[in-house]
């Protein structure tokens, strides 16, 4: 709803909440990427996350974050980091991201999101 400054992300954006990655490659999380960007360059005053904190109302910065999320995901997958290790530095990058899985699995599919 490009004419009201309004985007439905659906499961493009996150807001605030960890990512499902696990299964995403190194192509998949760039074309992931572009979407946002797709989304980004429409320059929207809200973004409405499929999966989302609650708490953080819906600005447009999450589709920025969201991207900057997955990056970060992809430089420690090429490090080749063990899950236990890969889940630690995500947990510890996004601390008030709401959701980190009970069980260190770096898919992050995270049940208490809102979605």
Not at 11 to 27: I, K, P, S
Not at 66 to 92: H, I, T, W
Request: charged content about 20%; proline content about 9%; aromatic content about 8%.
């Amino acid at each position: 709803m490009p004419d009201l400054g309004l985007i439905v992300s659906g499961d493009v954006a996150y807001n605030h909440c960890h990512m499902y990655v696990g299964d995403t490659t190194t192509d998949s999380r760039a074309e992931w990427i572009a979407a946002l960007d797709r989304l980004a360059a429409v320059k929207p005053t809200a973004v409405v996350a499929g999966h989302k904190d609650p708490t953080q109302g819906n600005p447009p910065t999450i589709l920025a974050e969201s991207c900057s999320y997955l990056e970060y995901y992809g430089q420690l997958r090429e490090e080749a980091l063990p899950d236990q290790e890969l889940f630690d530095a995500m947990v510890n990058h996004y601390p008030s991201w709401v959701s980190p899985p009970a069980v260190p699995d770096t898919r992050f599919e995270l049940r208490r999101c809102v979605g």
